[in-house]
């Protein structure tokens, strides 16, 4: 959610920018690529959490599966705020750069 948010927001910017000054767009389309990352951060995360469920291999206690939960809770809620944050900033100086 945080990634989507941000990259809706930067690019928003970028394209109100990208009319009046187009030989920007390719120098201020940062935030949109840092927004984007915020996924993969997710993404691996989840990957390093599916490995580490197992059940042949050992029993999956209470323990891990709360183990999982936060480490997975700490991740999402990270990138959300981490999301609004480069949406923010980053459409406010997309469009700074217009002036």
């Known amino acids: 959610m945080g990634a989507a948010y941000g ?4 690019g928003i910017g970028v394209a109100s920018m990208g009319v009046m000054r187009p030989e920007l767009v390719m120098k201020l389309i940062v935030p949109v690529v840092m927004a984007g990352v915020l996924g993969i951060y997710g993404l691996i995360i989840a990957v390093i959490i ?10 999956y206690f209470l323990f891990d599966g709360y183990v999982h939960l936060s480490s997975g809770l700490a991740c999402g809620l990270a990138g959300l705020a981490a999301g609004m944050a480069i949406g923010i900033v980053g459409d406010a100086g997309v469009r700074w750069m217009t002036l």
């Open 50 to 59: 599916s490995t580490g469920i197992n059940p042949k291999a050992k029993p």
């Open 7 to 10: 990259t809706a927001k930067s």
